[in-house]
């Protein structure tokens, strides 16, 4: 089993961060209070730091919000998210033919976000049933039910219609609740027949990018910081790298030490250490954190 341990005390044992957004740094409505400072902290260990995460969105507007929400981003290596990894994916898809130019596409995203498509030789519909590409690149399922999802995509998944899931996550948070996500949708479309690409965590291709922008660092001195077992965990561990599982934040965060500990063994995803939150050392505030 993994390790109980601090920030602070990871910092030191490896050469670059992954660090993962929702359940981690944000809650879907803003920064958790230490979080912040303790990314600065790390920063300021002159390491590099890229934030590594399952957002639909490409890298810019995920770089924005973090912004917004009080991180001092511009000494990372940014944001490389899902969307992002996703949107270059298909534009290359594109260019080799795979995806014919000027196919209509259904985009399905949040807060109207249109990044994941923006600028690509596609024409946006809007109704699946339409589309020769779909593209899941968030989940409405804290304002839809999943039924609704079904009744929509099963002609296009009996059609064969592809569908590049650009956000993996099976759960989301919205408003301090839990709600399906993305992932959820796209497995869905699976069971109903249709094909699906899953770009993101624990898909390798996000990796693979990864370490390029972290200078191609070696894997097994890399630490991944996540919340989630599923995508988190074993996405790192499958790429040959590190894992610290945060506990005390994000999607488990009702589960008691021992629950959890057993819930990653179940899932064949134990992290080589926990952390309580994303906080630079247990019982320092974010006030305290002079970096």
């Avoid at 759960?171 to 109903?192: K, N, T």
């Avoid at 993101?200 to 001195?221: F, N, S, T």
């Avoid at 590190?242 to 064949?268: I, K, M, R, W, Y």
């Amino acid at each position: 089993m993994g390790d109980w341990t601090t920030l602070m005390a990871l910092a030191g044992r490896y050469d670059a961060f992954l660090v993962d957004q929702f359940g981690v740094l944000l809650d879907g409505q803003g920064a958790y209070p230490a979080a912040p400072a303790a990314l600065a902290a790390l920063v300021a260990t002159g390491k590099p730091v890229l934030m590594l995460s399952n957002s639909g969105k490409r890298s810019a507007p995920n770089m924005a919000r973090l912004g917004q929400f009080g991180f001092a981003v511009e000494g990372t290596r940014g944001v490389l998210s899902s969307g992002e990894v996703a949107f270059r994916q298909i534009a290359d898809d594109l260019a080799s033919g795979r995806i014919a130019a000027g196919s209509p596409v259904w985009l399905h995203a949040r807060d109207g976000d249109i990044s994941a498509i923006d600028g690509l030789d596609l024409v946006q519909v809007s109704q699946p049933d339409k589309a020769a590409v779909i593209v899941i690149a968030g989940s409405q399922g804290d304002q839809l039910a999943l039924e609704w999802y079904r009744e929509r995509l099963l002609a296009p998944a009996q059609r064969g219609v592809p569908a590049y899931c650009t956000n993996p996550d099976l759960e989301m948070l919205s408003g301090g609740a839990r709600y399906f996500g993305a992932g959820a949708i796209a497995a869905l479309y699976a069971e109903l027949g249709g094909p699906v690409r899953y770009i993101g965590k624990p898909w390798p291709l996000i990796y693979q990018v990864a370490l390029r922008h972290l200078g191609q660092a070696d894997p097994a001195r890399v630490l991944c910081i996540g919340d989630s077992p599923a995508h988190d965990v074993r996405g790192g561990r499958d790429a040959g790298m590190a894992t610290a599982l945060v506990t005390g934040t994000g999607l488990h965060s009702g589960l008691a030490p021992d629950a959890l500990e057993n819930l990653c063994a179940q899932q064949g995803a134990v992290p080589d250490h926990y952390l309580t939150a994303f906080q630079w050392s247990d019982g320092v505030s974010d006030a305290a954190l002079d970096v």
